[in-house]
């Protein structure tokens, strides 16, 4: 009764058999053509274009911009006017607490 309950070499061929399909599985989605490529920044402006995307990220996010900084304010006038000029409809919201305009955090 053990002997058809470890039935090793059964077990060594199907063990053989899934990592023959997995390697395969593998192989065949690394030579499929259907990974995203990054699109360059002349691309139709309604799609994402990596390329535009890190010419933002390089007009602000090349030093720190602790909350209520020049830094902060420049980043954020240039993130609005971007904005404004997608029609995202943009507008500046109230700070929420007396800290948030100073850049705390209230809890409570």
């Known amino acids: 009764m053990t002997e058809k309950l470890i039935d090793v070499p059964r077990r060594l061929l199907a063990g053989v058999l899934a990592l023959l399909a997995l390697a395969a599985v593998i192989v065949l989605t690394a030579l499929a053509d259907g990974a995203m490529r990054p699109l360059p920044a002349s691309a139709p402006a309604a799609e994402f274009s990596a390329e535009r995307a ?50 705390r955090v209230a809890s409570g």
Do not use: D, V
């Open 54 to 103: 890190l010419r933002h990220l390089e007009r602000f996010a090349t030093r720190p911009r602790p909350i209520g900084s020049p830094a902060s304010a420049q980043a954020r006038g240039y993130l609005a006017g971007r904005a404004r000029s997608a029609s995202a409809g943009c507008r500046r919201a109230a700070p929420s607490s007396p800290c948030a305009s100073r850049g």
